[in-house]
């Protein structure tokens, strides 16, 4: 079974400064990581993920992840927050392998409040 | 705007009614997900299919069902609804090979 952790319901970050939403996974094989953020009555909209190769990976808007697989870890970053990300935003997971279970298990959600 | 069109926005029913959600994916995606969103429960993966069949079941109630039509389109069919049914309903697609999958604006469906 595969499993999504946001550990933080709410965080605060001042405007212009760094933003991080933390993510930890658990799935039986390598996975598939994605973000996405959830703006009032909106759909999720799609922001990054995470397939194969460097760690480090960029998306929409200017954030970015740090996959850890050591860790287990999918933190979302922004360098510098704007008050326009203040959003819900969920990490999600899917089994790399059988076709057939491509389905994506997500996190409860980080509501991400950018203070002006 | 993610190409995915989920129709209607808003949904006011009673309880004991049954309704019928709808989903268009993007063009010549063939796998469409159904995904509700509860404060409770958060995003529950409900069903999946891929091109008109039924490839994955998740936490979906047996008053619930769903089917994908060759035009690719699904229809998410809720019957003798509860008041816990009050929900958004999201509908998803994918390519044939694709990871991400893109969200519709989903179905906000009230029970009262």
């Known amino acids: 079974a595969q499993s999504v952790a946001q550990p933080e319901d709410q965080v605060n970050v001042a405007e212009g400064n760094p933003l991080t939403v933390k993510c930890t996974y658990s799935?039986?094989?390598?996975?598939?990581l994605f973000w996405y953020v959830q703006y009032p009555n909106r759909g999720l909209q799609f922001l990054l993920k995470y397939i194969t190769g460097d760690n480090l990976v960029k998306g929409s808007y200017g954030f970015e992840a740090e996959f850890n697989k050591s860790q287990t870890s999918f933190h979302l970053k922004k360098p510098s927050a704007l008050v326009s990300d203040s959003a819900l935003y969920f990490c999600a997971v899917r089994d790399r392998v059988n076709f057939g279970n491509e389905k994506l298990t997500f996190g409860t959600g980080t509501r991400l409040t950018i203070i002006p | 705007d993610s190409g995915v069109t989920q129709t209607p926005k808003h949904l006011i029913t009673a309880t004991g009614q049954r309704v019928t959600l709808r989903c268009s994916p993007r063009?010549?995606?063939?796998?469409v997900y159904w995904y509700q969103q509860s404060l409770d429960q958060g995003l529950q993966f409900l069903i999946h299919y891929y091109n008109g069949e039924e490839r994955a079941k998740g936490n979906i109630l047996e008053r619930f069902s769903a089917q994908q039509f060759p035009d690719l389109h699904s229809e998410l069919n809720l019957s003798s609804l509860e008041l816990g049914d009050s929900a958004l309903y999201f509908c998803?697609?994918?390519?044939?090979?694709?990871?991400?999958?893109?969200f519709g604006q989903g179905t906000r469906l009230t029970v009262v």
């Open positions: 799935v039986s094989g390598n996975p598939y």
């Open positions: 063009s010549g995606d063939l796998s």
């Open positions: 998803a697609s994918s390519t044939h090979l694709g990871t991400e999958a893109f």
